[in-house]
Nanobody, 121 residues
Framework: QVQLVESGGGLVQAGGSLRLSCTAS????????MGWYRQAPGKQRELVAT???????NYADSVKGRFTISRDNAKNTVDLQMNNLKPEDTAVYYC???????????????WGQGTQVTVSS
């Protein structure tokens, strides 16, 4: 009933930029925190950036100053602007959203299907 649909991944040269977008849809009462995670081959999934409904953000140290997360609460979207990409940014990027499905405070954690980002040197 809830889907997160991602777009914007692709292949880019080192130093280039990509913009990832994610839209939450379905049976949603309220979208709380949203974020982006990534998983590289041979590594565990790691947090990239998160943003609360109030706009507070946090970033992994490895992407600070290069990536910017933003959201549109009215449209239930979250974007990740990635600048000065490096080969070590290569990973599958997953959109995440914490969602209230109704007026209760029960929160569910949803994930997108993942989008591949490949940065060549």
């Amino acid at each position: 009933q809830v889907q997160l649909v991602e777009s914007g991944g692709g292949l880019v040269q080192a130093g280039g930029s990509l913009r990832l977008s994610c839209t939450a849809s379905g049976s949603i009462f309220r979208v709380n925190a949203m974020g982006w995670y990534r998983q590289a081959p041979g590594k565990q999934r790691e947090l990239v950036a998160t943003i609360t409904s109030g706009g507070s953000t946090n970033y992994a140290d490895s992407v600070k100053g290069r990536f910017t997360i933003s959201r549109d609460n009215a449209k239930n979207t979250v974007d990740l602007q990635m600048n000065n990409l490096k080969p070590e940014d290569t990973a599958v990027y997953y959109c995440n959203a914490r969602i209230n499905k109704d007026a209760t405070r029960t929160e569910f954690n949803y994930w997108g299907q993942g989008t591949q980002v490949t940065v060549s040197s």
